[in-house]
């Protein structure tokens, strides 16, 4: 079996009785779930310890390391699993909801076992309404065998999950506006530090677990934390789901391991770029991240290195000035959430950017002044720019609003405006450069 | 059927109320929240469903709600206004929204959206004359890999699960041509 047949979450996606509990228990499902209610919460935290996963909704952040955060003492601990899904060009988490429920079920009981948790809650994006029904199906099945409820499985644990649907925001994606959201309020990030891992849902320590990161974990107690490391690369352990789309032959949702490159998921994995063209540039973890060009490719899609690299370039606010990360840090790029955007050579950047920035402009909470007017005018700015009425001094413009927004906001999306658009400009910047000077000039205008 | 103890007493809104199907959920919802904080977290699922029921969720909506959760007017105005799918405005029938967000752009979303403003006659959030279709476009669903996408919602009516992908020219015209008919053509949808 070659590594590209390892297959740890997607191996019954596209089998329609896969949703059913009776078909993914036969094919192993479940067994996990027992055997996390008899290993107690300190061996399942110490296997997913030694398993280095890391979490998939966009930062990557070292689960168990998260876990720990949680106060020894805490009467009350919330599982709230992140299934908001809606960074673009990102579609995973939909596939595990619509095609295998039950891993999803089966890792938050996992979960709930280490964290020792009575209630968790699956805040799920408003618009999958399809993803919705199957899950809550696979939810009535489980409660109905035992396997959710008082003493699931006949153990002295229980627990109660519960579906949350959104109502169209992206914003609900991060954490604490997902809380808020949860809560019944407007989805309205909080600061941060407390974390939610010691003051969350209603006020309670509370972990907030992407989909994909949870369905891992059967796979971790079946099999062992150390063989989920080995199947990774470096500090990253396991898999990944990795969702392609845009100019490639085959789109769609693959796991893969954290070694492939940008090249070799376009070629191998996604059949090339249509039509025989080339490829101009690679989002490699939802729009929020810095593009690849065509030169930045042969670096493995693993968290660390899309980071560190060096054959990827540092991120700048202008030519030659490196755009500060905060710690003395610069940055490339990140693998985010697995979401990736190719872009072939007829793709018009400038356009391609503004669009990106138009949709944090539009997702914008409005809490924080930088982030609310800074997004509105670079999207006021791109679009001049993308549709030939761009002014001499825009491309500036635009960088230093990007530079102004990063890193004086509350949550992460002002960042998640900024650091995209300064790399469509330290990458492509002869292209809106060249959009100025070729832009219409009204009549009379110099 | 035995009312929740937190129930209280329903401002009066002259021709609205909240359906026994809400009810209903309302009753099954409640106990899954902690002691005080139900009322408050079934906000959305409350409203959400209200709008199904009433087509948009106005300001008599929102009393009956607030009343219903005993929230304030003005949290669930705030809640309402908030979120995208909540309707501040009546629309169409029909209610087809195109995802234009960047895989799609990538693929003709704006080929396909240009198409629905020109052959509805709207512009973006534009409802058609004869008010049978409301155009709006939406921000990515989730399905980068199969678009460009579309989902349609029919006013007061139950949600339609499914999505519209891989649209062109010929695929779009399809469902618009079916939604003049009165029709939502779920054999188009997956
Ligand atoms: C603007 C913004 C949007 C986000 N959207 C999502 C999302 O849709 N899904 C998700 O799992 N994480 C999203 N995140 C990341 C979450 O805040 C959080 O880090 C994640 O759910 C933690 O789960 P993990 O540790 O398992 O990755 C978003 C973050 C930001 C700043
Ligand atoms: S950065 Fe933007 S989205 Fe985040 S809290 Fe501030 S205004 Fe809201
Ligand atoms: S960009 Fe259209 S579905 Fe994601």
């Known amino acids: 079996m070659g590594l590209f047949d390892v297959k740890i979450i997607s191996e019954h996606f596209d089998v329609p009785e896969a949703r059913t509990l009776e078909y993914f228990e036969r ?20 296997e997913v310890a030694a398993s280095n996963l890391r979490g998939r909704g966009g930062a990557g952040f070292p689960t168990a390391l998260k876990w720990s955060f949680v106060p020894k003492d805490a009467d009350t601990v919330y599982l709230v699993v992140n ?23 089966e890792g938050m009981i996992v979960a709930a076992v280490a964290l020792k948790v009575r209630n968790a809650y699956i805040y799920i994006r408003g618009e999958m309404a399809r993803e919705n029904k199957v899950l809550q199906a696979a939810l009535d099945q489980a409660y109905a065998k035992g396997y959710l409820g008082e003493r699931i499985f006949g153990t002295s644990t229980s627990l109660d999950i519960t579906v949350y649907r959104g109502l169209g925001a992206y914003i609900c994606g991060e954490e604490t506006a997902l809380l808020s959201s949860l809560e019944g309020g407007r989805g309205w990030p909080r600061l941060k530090p407390p974390f939610p891992a010691v003051k969350g849902l209603w006020g309670k320590p509370t972990i ?13 107690v079946e099999h062992g934390g150390k063989a989920f490391a080995d199947l990774g690369s470096g500090r990253s352990g396991g898999l990944r789901l990795v969702s392609v789309c845009g100019h490639v032959n085959k789109p769609g949702v693959f796991e893969l391991p954290l070694t492939v490159t940008g090249r070799e998921l376009i070629e191998d994995v996604c059949g090339g770029i249509k039509g025989g063209r080339k490829v ?20 493995p899609f693993e968290f660390d290195a899309l980071q560190k690299d060096e054959r990827i370039r540092e991120v700048e606010v202008r030519p030659g000035q490196k755009f500060d990360l905060g710690g003395n840090r610069t940055l490339r790029t990140m693998a985010g959430s697995g979401g990736v955007v190719v872009m072939d050579d007829t793709t018009d950047i400038t356009q391609a950017a503004w669009r990106i920035i138009h949709f944090f402009a539009e997702e914008s909470c409005g809490q924080c002044t930088p982030c609310r007017e800074g997004t509105g005018w670079l999207a006021q700015v791109a679009h001049r720019i993308a549709f030939d009425h761009g002014r001499a001094g825009d491309v500036d413009l635009l960088a230093s609003i990007a530079d102004g927004i990063a890193g004086n906001t509350i949550c992460a999306l002002g960042d998640a405006a900024a650091w995209p658009t300064l790399a469509f400009l330290t990458k492509y910047r002869d292209e809106f450069e060249a959009k100025v000077r070729n832009a219409h000039r009204p009549k009379g205008a110099a | 059927m035995a009312r929740h103890p937190s129930f209280r007493a329903r401002k ?33 699922p409350v409203l959400y469903l209200a709008q199904e029921q009433h087509g948009h969720v106005d300001a008599e909506v929102v009393d009956l709600v607030a009343a219903r959760l005993g929230l304030t007017s003005a949290h669930v105005t705030g809640v309402a206004t908030f979120y995208f799918m909540l309707n501040k405005v009546r629309p169409g029938r029909y209610h087809l929204q195109v995802c234009t967000n960047i895989g799609c752009q990538l693929i003709g979303a704006y080929d396909v959206f240009e198409r629905c403003k020109k052959r509805l006659g709207v512009d973006n959030k534009g409802t058609s004359a004869d008010g049978n279709v409301t155009l709006t476009e939406v921000e990515c669903l989730a399905a ?3 678009g460009p996408v579309a989902q349609i919602a029919e006013r007061e009516k139950p949600e339609i699960p499914l999505y519209f ?21 779920t054999e188009l949808g997956s």
């Open chain 2, 144 to 146: 980068c890999g199969y």
């Open chain 1, 83 to 105: 299934a908001d899904e809606s960074e673009p060009g990102t579609f995973k988490d939909r596939h595990i909801l619509y095609w295998n429920p039950h891993l999803l079920i």
């Open chain 2, 165 to 185: 992908e891989n649209l062109d020219a010929t695929r779009i015209d399809a469902i618009l041509d079916a939604l003049a008919e009165g029709r939502v053509p």
């Open chain 1, 208 to 220: 907030v677990n992407n989909v994909e990161t949870l369905a891992n974990l059967p796979w971790i």
């Open chain 2, 12 to 44: 009066a809104v002259p021709g609205k109320e909240l359906s026994t199907q809400i009810e209903a959920r309302i009753q099954q919802l409640w106990p899954r929240f902690p002691e005080g904080r139900a009322g408050q977290a079934l906000c959305l």
């Open chain 1, 280 to 299: 101009k540039g690679v989002i490699p973890g939802g729009v929020s991240m810095p593009v690849l060009a065509p030169d930045e490719l042969d670096v």
């Open chain 1, 27 to 46: 094919k192993g499902g479940y067994r996990s779930a027992r055997k996390a209610c008899g290993m107690g919460p300190e061996a399942i935290a110490a």
